[in-house]
């Protein structure tokens, strides 16, 4: 079967690829004339549960950038990303708990998050800004306090493993549909290493999570001329 590039996620991931490579350009970007249809694409990818899209409308949301600050609205999408392992809207909704943006401010909810977001990757990359975090908040919280985050913490990661689990399955049958022979295998270090290979062609990715490395394999197969 030959597999087109879908053109909704080319788009997404060159402009996620801006955001993070320069914010002042990809804020230039999205408040140009004629990116009206680049926007309603973002907006398209996150109601289809695409979790780096509603990371990223939630930041354009949460700053106002060539949309109405929202957020609420901005909140509600970190939570449908962190719910599907995406670690920055994991630290994102802990920084909404933290200063109360969108939510009402909750130190136990914010430490749930910095927790969960830390440790997602924390193995290969460290716990980095989200571990501060968390432990700062965890000197201010009572020790009931903090059996009932870790009680939390507890119940949201398996049902954030359960949809990870579900996304990067579907890909891999796609891919499979597709003609790739895909192979995962977790490292010593904790790193997640996905190949797929089709008619001597290779497609691979070392992430600190599944999630991560599944898309990143599944953009680059896309991306092979058929």
Not at 89 to 95: F, S, V
Request: aromatic share 8%.
């Amino acid at each position: 079967m030959n597999k087109r590039i879908h053109p909704a996620r080319f788009v997404l991931c060159l402009f996620t690829f801006v955001l993070v490579s320069s914010s002042a350009l990809a804020i230039e970007t999205i408040n140009d004339e004629g990116t009206d249809e680049l926007l309603e694409s973002i907006k398209r990818s996150a109601s289809e549960g695409d979790a780096d899209a509603q990371c990223l409308l939630a930041t354009l949301y949460i700053n106002g950038n060539g949309i109405a600050k929202d957020q609420s609205e901005a909140t509600k999408l970190y939570r449908m990303a962190a719910s599907q392992g995406h670690d920055k809207a994991q630290l994102k909704l802990g920084y909404c708990f933290k200063d109360g943006l969108g939510v009402q401010k909750n130190n136990i909810k914010a430490y749930v998050w910095f927790n969960i977001s830390a440790e997602n990757g924390g193995a290969l990359n460290g716990l980095g800004r989200a571990g501060e975090l968390m432990v700062n908040i965890r000197k201010t919280l009572s020790p009931k306090e903090i059996e009932k985050a870790d009680k939390e913490i507890k119940r949201l990661k398996k049902n954030i493993l359960d949809k990870e689990k579900k996304n990067y399955l579907k890909i891999m049958k796609q891919l499979n549909r597709d003609g790739w022979k895909v192979t995962m295998r977790k490292g010593e270090d904790g790193s997640h290493y996905v190949e797929a290979k089709k008619n001597g062609k290779s497609s691979v990715s070392s992430a600190p999570n599944w999630r991560v490395a599944f898309i990143s394999v599944r953009n680059q197969c896309e991306m092979w001329p058929q």
